[in-house]
């Protein structure tokens, strides 16, 4: 559960408006009054915890749908080692179990690099499509290190899922204090999506251990079928 990437490139700035737009990759379904949560991250490798907490986003949120948004790479992170993003779109599709999850590597497609960007493009080319940005708590203690984070908390609202270890440190993070007037109670669950970013909440809910930085200490990598 990393930051995903996204730049747009093109000549002259090509994805600026509407009528000059490339041709749009493949989405996963979407369109008018969709819900769909948006979770993205290196996937390396995808485990148990992602799934738990794109479940708790589809029932607690009322979502039509979860995307995994496996990115190329992660401008925060050493990427030399990284697989392959077709292997471990395999290894996504392999640990998903669930009809709502749809796994896209639409930030590859597109030659993205910072997420603020691939949000945009996304924003720009389903403009009736209602998206909330999700994430690990553990992710919101590091928010502020990404590229135009506050962008990100302007463009959709926000969903942060409590995981083990970090819920402290996630609520007295930089991120959340900045955000702290655009905090709404837990309660607001089924009416997120209808509020004007920037809105978010924290969930608490089942939490799991698991994290792709200890599967990879663990060597317990899925397989690549």
């Known amino acids: 559960m990393t930051e995903p990437v996204g730049h747009v490139t093109g000549k002259a700035g090509s994805w600026r408006t ?7 990759p493949s989405l996963p379904p979407c369109g008018r009054r969709l819900r769909i949560g948006l979770l993205g991250g290196s996937f390396n490798p995808p485990h148990e915890a992602h799934r738990l907490i794109s479940l708790i986003a589809i029932r607690r949120l009322k979502l039509d749908a979860v995307w995994w ?20 779109m395999e290894w996504a599709r392999h640990i998903k179990h669930h009809p709502r999850i749809h796994i896209t590597d639409i930030e590859n497609r ?40 506050r962008t990100i908390s302007d463009l959709m609202p926000m969903a942060v899922i409590d995981r083990p270890g970090s819920t402290l440190k ?23 999506l209808g509020h004007k970013a920037p809105a978010w909440i924290m969930l608490h809910d089942k939490r799991s251990a698991l994290s792709s930085t200890s599967l990879r200490a663990q060597h317990k990598l899925p397989p690549a079928r």
């Open 18 to 24: 509407a009528s000059n737009l490339a041709p749009a």
């Open 69 to 88: 948004l496996v990115t190329p790479g992660n401008p925060l992170k050493d990427t030399t080692i990284l697989p392959d993003i077709a292997i471990r």
């Open 110 to 149: 597109i030659g993205t690099r910072f997420s603020v960007d691939t949000l945009k493009w996304l924003k720009r080319r389903t403009p009736n499509t209602r998206f909330v940005w999700l994430m690990g708590s553990d992710n919101l203690v590091s928010f502020h290190r990404w590229k135009d984070w």
């Open 170 to 192: 996630a609520t007295h993070s930089r991120a959340a204090s900045a955000l702290r007037a655009y905090r709404h109670p837990e309660s607001l669950q089924k009416g997120l």
